[in-house]
């Protein structure tokens, strides 16, 4: 076999008498190639085998890029090495076992990531990167061994490519091993996928086509290749460098700069080519691939600028994704097509007679094919409807089985009877290729014979099918986040059809399978799907498939109960144990203990004294975009004033004047209603549309804890979606207390707001569960403070929409209440209270002294409520 | 330890020896022969081998693999219908399906040695030879009772 240097050099000199590279040489390359091919062949399967796989997005790019890219590079980046340097080959024996390493590294990192344990995977990087490392020395050492030449320059590129993948490597390594979790993630994610694509893959691409770009166009070497890819290296490694330090820390503006220099350093080094261009046009197949596998190199370092520069560093890597298709396709895939357009008739070898044939076999109608493959590539990446994504997967398969028909033919053409070949080099290589070639395929005639077998037995699931029929529904909250899912376990009676409203309340991206096959998309922080199953008949797993998130036990099941669902109870009796399959049609319950995400804060709930002046300027802006989390790992979408739900305290003293501007920055219609003021509701109260703001002028001449809400019908919607907020109007001579806190009670929707299961729960006044500051049992996890001795007043106000609140600190009593504008019980009156009570809209204040040090916890004593998020902790001290 | 068990000796055992006598050949046979033979000799061996190995696939190694097969089959309470169901049935099916392919890539062995097509022959060697383990890997796949 002859490589692409080696046809360069016979033609650039006429021939060199003394260039007989050791024989053994070409059966090597014969055979190192091979692993590159099989490895071609298990992406394709992988790519088939799709969703029946573990992370099956993780391990197509990785067979495609760790084994095949990765081979390939390895193998050719030392061959051209020895070639451009003329250097002795290094010991065999060395090569090989860093090619049989790499590949123990590559299958073991494969399986780590994808089935576990993750040691595996991690200790696979550790070994893929010392091989590199190793790889890179061997270059180096056979630079120094050299005479100074003319293509030494080439080497730093494949050198730089080597430090790139070990740097990658580490990466990837501490990425399985989940070191870092949320936004870290991401962003380690992020500088993993650059360093990788534009270091291994780009940086040897870059150097090797300053020799094989003017072979191919049949030209000479631009005189200022050399300086350039000085150049050029020396901005593109820096750069690079810069970039991923950039993305890893999460520097947005460094990591743009890093790419930034790092295009300019491809820039430079495509200056000869396109010199190279300007003295001769593309007029072969394999010029013209291989340039517009450069052009797309180009695209996606655009593309990859706009995305690092528009994103903060933790979306960057979410929003690479839908370049990926590019990236593979596009640039990494067509450089492969392009240089096999080129390599594979001298490979094929047979005399100049066979060559030509070959080469004009190869690229029969190779301007349709690259004219489909390159209109394939954008409809991958461009936001289009389904069917014209799968027609550019149609566009790209089909012009890579061209090529391989193509390829196929041209090599059983290479049959006994033809030119005798011109060298033994060339002869060797053919003959074992020839030879072997009943084998493979018969080969794949049996692979594909089990394959076919395999389907057919596995079709159909694994048991007897026995239809389930559906006896019942049932809709259960699915939250992904902190690698756990919750529930873990879902038991329904058989026959239940499950709607699984799965919500990512993650900081960063994840997705749920079930072995039945169902999936939902992969899910941003804060995205949720609905996936509807088929009567529950046996148990059912369930996973997310983002590479090792299984492994590292984000897992369900879905389990079948025994028995089959009766009708309804009877509602007289009660029912027992079997009370839960009756209940199972109701709302999902909440997971109240699960802990909240890392970057949740608490709504603060100390009330400050009223700032001092007699009038109060402040600005609400309504807003209905936010995302909260509104019950521990569960976020959604709210309504607020401010951002916030509830929205601002307002505080004064009686005849205190309010001024209010009153913004909407939401994207519908809405208004302001202070129960505090005394105005007539026409013009302060109307509804303004998104972009209008009014004043909303108010005296408050009545002491009190006033309800504000959202004026805008339906109300229901808009109170319960969380635009609401509390004014605080003090009494006079109020005596002043140790702490004062602010609890407002809201009812709590699962679901996006708007949508009609959300909108039909509100109108029947079913909350999902019930909060205090907006958050289900959030002071269950960030408690409230206090020491013993200590007056505490405790403000509240009932947000409703539907229900009130009775409110009820447990161990201690209240010596005081004051209710809607009166003291029903006072600090020196004999008696005590148990429940500060509101009816919906209601506000007041119950005061207490925590006796000694403890934990109290602060419930709306209607015990259901309590239990369904209506519940904090007063973590009180000692003095 | 039954009779059953015996069956169940017999129809492993004579599927280890096919499946084995293949790889004995093509990984031991083959290329000793072709190292240390001339090509007449190496054409004479060769066919002898495959002649025997044909015999004995014939005469003893498909009676008794379905023979106990069927008989197998018969006590596990497998019916044609059976044979769609997912599951047991469908494993087994495939199977046979496969086996029979396999025969078929078998039987073209022997045609084209004769006939003088060697990479056909050999494609069918192979791919026989591949199938036959895909038979063995769905056998393992069969849920066991």
Known sequence: ?879 | MTWWSAVRFLHVLSAALWVGGQLTVSLVVLPLARRLLDEQRRAAVLTAVGRRFGILTAAAFLPVQLGTGVALAWRKGVTWSSLADPGYGRILAAKLLLFCAVMAAAGLHGWASGAARPGLARTMAVSALVGSLGVVLLATALPAT
């Open chain 1, 1 to 879: 076999m002859v490589g692409p240097v080696d046809i360069r050099v016979e033609r650039e000199r006429p021939l060199d008498p003394e260039a007989p590279p050791p024989r053994p040489r070409a059966s090597w390359h014969l055979r190192a190639n091979a692993i590159v091919i099989a490895w071609l062949g298990l992406t394709v399967a992988v790519a088939l085998g799709g969703d029946a796989l573990p992370a099956p997005r993780w391990l197509l790019v990785h067979v495609f890029l760790l084994g095949a890219v990765g081979t390939a590079i390895l193998i050719w980046s030392e061959h051209f090495t020895v070639a451009l340097l003329r250097v002795r080959t290094p010991p065999r024996r060395g090569s090989l076992t860093r090619l049989a390493a790499l590949n123990a590294a590559t299958v073991a990192v494969l399986a780590g990531v994808s089935a576990g344990p993750w040691p595996v995977a991690a200790g696979g990087a550790g070994l893929m990167v010392g091989v590199v490392l190793w790889h890179g020395t061997v270059l180096v050492l056979l630079v120094r061994r050299a005479l100074p030449g003319r293509f030494g320059h080439v080497i730093g590129w494949y050198v730089a490519a080597a430090g790139a993948l070990a740097a990658g490597g580490v990466l990837g390594g501490l990425l399985s091993a989940h070191l870092g979790h949320g936004a870290l993630h991401e962003r380690l994610h992020a500088a993993h996928a650059e360093v990788n694509v534009f270091g291994w893959v780009g940086l040897t691409v870059l150097g090797t086509l300053f020799t094989l770009w003017p072979t191919v166009l049949r030209t000479r070497m631009s005189e200022r290749t050399r300086r350039a890819s000085r150049v050029g290296l020396g901005l593109a490694v820096p750069g690079l460098a810069v970039a991923v330090a950039g993305l890893a820390g999460g520097w947005r503006w460094v990591a743009f700069a890093g790419l930034v220099v790092y295009a300019a350093g491809g820039l430079a080094a495509l200056v000869p080519l396109a010199e190279a261009l300007r003295r001769k046009q593309p007029h072969t197949g394999a010029s013209w691939t291989l340039a517009a596998a450069i052009v797309w190199f180009e695209v996606a370092l655009a593309a990859d600028l706009v995305v690092v520069a528009t994103r903060r560093a933790h979306e960057v890597a979410a929003a690479l994704d839908s370049l990926l298709p590019l990236v593979l396709v596009g640039f990494v895939a067509q450089t492969l097509l392009g240089s096999l357009l080129h390599l594979l008739p001298a490979v094929l070898g047979g005399g100049p007679a066979r060559f030509k044939a070959n080469a004009a076999l190869l690229e029969r109608g190779w301007a349709a094919r690259l004219a489909a493959l390159n209109l394939g590539v954008p409809l991958l990446v461009l936001p289009v409807p389904r069917p014209v994504t799968l027609l550019g997967w149609a566009l790209v398969l089909g012009s890579v089985v061209a090529f391989v028909v193509l390829a196929l033919t041209a090599l059983t053409r290479a049959r006994p009877g033809g030119a005798p070949p011109p060298a033994a080099e060339d002869a060797e290589g053919g003959r074992t290729w020839r030879k072997s070639l009943p084998a493979v395929a018969g080969v794949a005639a049996g692979c594909l014979l089990t394959a076919a077998a395999v389907v057919a037995a596995t079709s159909g699931g694994s048991g007897p099918a026995t239809p389930v029929t559906a006896t019942g529904s049932r809709t259960v909250e699915v939250t992904l986040s902190g690698m756990s899912i919750r529930p873990a376990a879902v038991q329904a009676p058989v026959g239940t059809v499950l709607t699984l409203r799965v919500t990512n309340a993650d900081a960063q991206r994840h997705d749920l399978r079930l072995a039945t096959g169902e999936r939902t998309p992969l899910l941003a922080p804060g995205r949720s799907a609905t996936l509807k199953l088929a009567p529950l008949g046996e148990p059912v797993d369930g996973w997310c498939t983002v590479a090792g998130h299984r492994a590292a036990g984000m897992t369900m099941r879905l389990v079948p109960t025994g028995a089959v669902a009766s009708r309804p109870q009877p509602s007289t009796g009660h029912t027992g144990h079997g009370d839960h399959a009756a209940t199972a049609a109701g709302p999902a319950r909440l997971d109240l203990a699960a802990p909240m995400s890392p970057d949740w804060k608490p709504y603060d709930a100390m009330l400050l004294p009223a700032p001092g002046g007699a009038e109060h300027r402040v600005e609400i802006r309504a807003e209905d975009t936010r995302v909260r989390e509104v019950a521990p790992g569960v976020r959604q979408r709210v309504w607020t004033f401010n951002g916030t739900m509830p929205g601002p305290v307002l505080r004064g003293r009686v005849g205190d004047v309010f001024v209010v501007t009153f913004v909407n920055a939401g994207s519908m219609g809405h208004g302001i209603d202070f129960h505090a003021g005394a105005t007539a509701p026409d013009g302060p109260m109307r509804t303004i549309q998104p972009g209008e703001r009014l004043t909303y002028r108010f005296r408050a001449d009545f002491a009190g804890a006033w309800l504000y809400h959202c004026s805008t019908m339906p109300m229901t919607q808009h109170i319960a979606n969380g635009m609401y907020g509390a004014v605080i109007i003090d009494p006079p001579d109020l005596p002043k207390v140790d702490r004062e806190y602010l609890l407002v009670q809201g009812e709590l929707y699962l679901d996006e707001p708007g949508t009609d299961a959300h909108v039909a729960r509100i109108r029947k006044g079913e909350p999902d569960g019930w909060m205090f500051n907006g958050t289900a049992s959030g002071y269950d996890h960030a408690p409230l403070r206090a020491e013993a001795g200590e007056r505490v007043r405790i403000w509240a106000v009932a947000a409703g929409p539907s229900s009130g609140t009775a409110l009820h600190v447990v161990g201690a009593p209240f010596d005081t209440v004051y209710k809607e504008g009166a003291y029903a019980l006072r600090t020196d009156d004999p008696g005590g209270a148990q429940v500060l009570d509101l009816a919906p809209a209601q506000g007041g204040f119950a005061e207490l002294v925590f006796p000694e040090p403890g934990t109290y916890p602060v419930v709306d004593h209607s015990m259901r409520q309590a239990e369904a998020g209506a519940h904090g902790l007063f973590k009180v001290a000692g003095r």
